[in-house]
């Protein structure tokens, strides 16, 4: 299995509502990875977690919620969220910094904010 | 500041060209150099992987080239399709200021292109 597995695909959410987004790879990477991108812009980081802990928050707003249960899965919870969070969230995995090997993205959740 | 810029931003050619996309960075003490591609709205394909002590790595139609020591990369693509029209993106792979804390990818801005049939 070489993919990285984002669900949903799509989701619309009001600002009120708590919602999660999922994220799997089975290829034994031990650094996962949550990327945000606006239209015609590059991705940009939001956190990395090197072997299940939390180890970079690029000051990411605290509505924006990572969890990573185990080496294999990889949440962002949602809550109180703005329009302007509306975006596409992709999830990445890597074998870390001791690995040699590049990012495997996921095909991204795209979310709206209504 | 590590910066990646991507020239040009984008680009229209006719079917059959070859072309060079460009991909320069500030710091050269980088890890590996990934090149991507990504249709709208979708995820991020890899395309290529040159590791800091590579000069080229070559896949089908692909060539990228990495020179360390002046900061650039270029993707070559020859023979154009139709199907070779999407956003390219080069993301340069650095590590972190404590080696502990992980790594992290810095992407360029990014080439628009349109394969004209």
């Known amino acids: 299995d070489t993919e990285v597995t984002q669900t949903p695909k799509h989701l619309v959410m009001g600002m009120t509502n708590k919602k999660s987004l999922k994220c799997e790879q089975h290829?034994?990477?031990?650094?996962m990875y949550w990327y945000k991108q606006k239209a015609k812009k590059p991705p940009e980081l939001m956190f990395v977690?090197?072997?299940?802990?939390?180890?970079i928050n690029e000051s990411v707003p605290s509505r924006f919620s990572p969890e990573c249960p185990n080496s294999s899965l990889l949440n962002l919870h949602l809550h109180a969220l703005q329009p302007e969070d509306s975006a596409l969230y992709l999830c990445?995995?890597?074998?870390?910094?001791?690995?040699?090997?590049?990012?495997?993205f996921g095909s991204g959740t795209r979310l709206t904010v209504v | 500041k590590q910066e990646v810029t991507q020239i040009p931003a984008a680009l229209s050619v006719p079917e059959g060209e070859n072309l060079v996309l460009n991909c320069s960075f500030t710091?050269?003490?980088?890890?590996?150099l990934q090149w991507f591609r990504q249709d709208p709205g979708k995820g991020l394909t890899s395309l290529l992987l040159?590791?800091?002590?590579?000069r080229e790595q070559t896949s089908g139609r692909l060539n990228a080239s990495l020179d360390k020591s002046s900061g650039r990369s270029t993707l070559y693509i020859a023979a154009s399709q139709p199907g070779d029209s999407a956003t390219y993106l080069c993301?340069?792979?650095?590590?972190?200021?404590?080696?502990?804390?992980?790594?992290?990818?810095?992407f360029g801005t990014g080439t628009r292109l349109a394969v004209r049939p």
């Open positions: 990445a995995s890597s074998q870390g910094v001791n690995g040699g090997g590049g990012y495997t």
């Open positions: 290829m034994g990477h031990r650094a």
């Open positions: 977690y090197s072997y299940e802990k939390l180890s």
């Open positions: 710091d050269s003490a980088i890890y590996n």
């Open positions: 040159i590791q800091s002590s590579q």
């Open positions: 993301a340069v792979r650095y590590m972190w200021e404590k080696k502990s804390s992980g790594d992290k990818l810095t």
